[in-house]
């Protein structure tokens, strides 16, 4: 079965300082890997995605993240995390032949302090 | 575009009453997915439409919930009758293609069933 695991459930990080919130998945076929941001009472904003090529993403305002096949990881890195990125982030995967349906993790909450 | 927009917002309503959620798409996109996001479940699947055909109904939770897409602009989710437990934010999202596009979501619809 394909699925997404988000192993942190909350990641409190201090202002400036780097962060990475992990993601691995399990599948048999060719994945899409996907970064959610969900700010509170808000909708799901896409962050970054990986469909092909080069391994390492980036978004605009500074998270990247880098496919590793042989891990099959996606994890998403900052390297100077700022106040406004205090969000849910949840890693998503659609699958070879699975249409666009997405399957998310869990989610992980980060929460930067001062 | 105005992106894809739900209605109602909020949602209050007494159990045993019938619920209807409704979404109105990214004009052109031919995928539309239901979810539904609680604590302590996640975000689930509910059930994803291609072309407003339903394609995967599984993840619908039991026979009182129902979803329609009439045409390409509007979908429905129906809970009839309403319990406690269905108290949730459902989220209408919409995509294009099966190449691995990005879902965008609506603001979702925070559901208190009482």
């Known amino acids: 079965a394909q699925s997404v695991t988000q192993l942190d459930s909350q990641v409190p990080v201090f202002e400036e300082a780097p962060v990475e919130l992990r993601c691995n998945y399990s599948?048999?076929?060719?994945?899409?890997l996907f970064w959610y941001v969900q700010y509170p009472n808000q909708g799901l904003q896409l962050l970054l995605k990986?469909?092909?090529?080069?391994?390492l993403v980036e978004s605009i305002n500074g998270f990247e993240a880098e496919f590793n096949k042989s891990q099959t990881s996606f994890h998403l890195r900052k390297p100077s995390v700022h106040i406004s990125d205090t969000a849910e982030y949840f890693c998503?995967?659609?699958?070879?032949?699975?249409?666009?349906?997405?399957?998310f993790g869990t989610g992980t909450q980060l929460k930067v302090e001062l | 575009d105005a992106g894809v927009i739900q209605s109602p917002r909020h949602e209050v309503t007494e159990m045993g009453q019938e619920v209807t959620l409704r979404c109105k798409p990214i004009?052109?996109?031919?995928?539309l997915f239901w979810y539904r996001q609680t604590m302590m479940r996640g975000l689930e699947l509910l059930i994803y439409?291609?072309?407003?055909?339903?394609?995967?109904d599984s993840g619908m939770p039991e026979d009182r919930f129902s979803a329609k897409m009439p045409n390409a602009s509007f979908s429905t989710l129906k809970i009839q009758p309403s319990e406690p437990r269905d108290s949730a934010v459902y989220f209408c999202?919409?995509?294009?293609?099966?190449?691995?596009?990005?879902?965008?979501f609506g603001q979702g619809t925070r559901l208190t069933v009482v």
């Open positions: 999202a919409s995509s294009l293609g099966d190449r691995g596009r990005e879902a965008f």
């Open positions: 599948s048999s076929v060719s994945v899409y």
């Open positions: 990986y469909l092909s090529g080069s391994t």
């Open positions: 998503a995967v659609t699958f070879t032949g699975g249409g666009n349906k997405l399957t």
């Open positions: 004009s052109g996109h031919d995928y």
């Open positions: 439409f291609n072309n407003n055909v339903p394609i995967d």
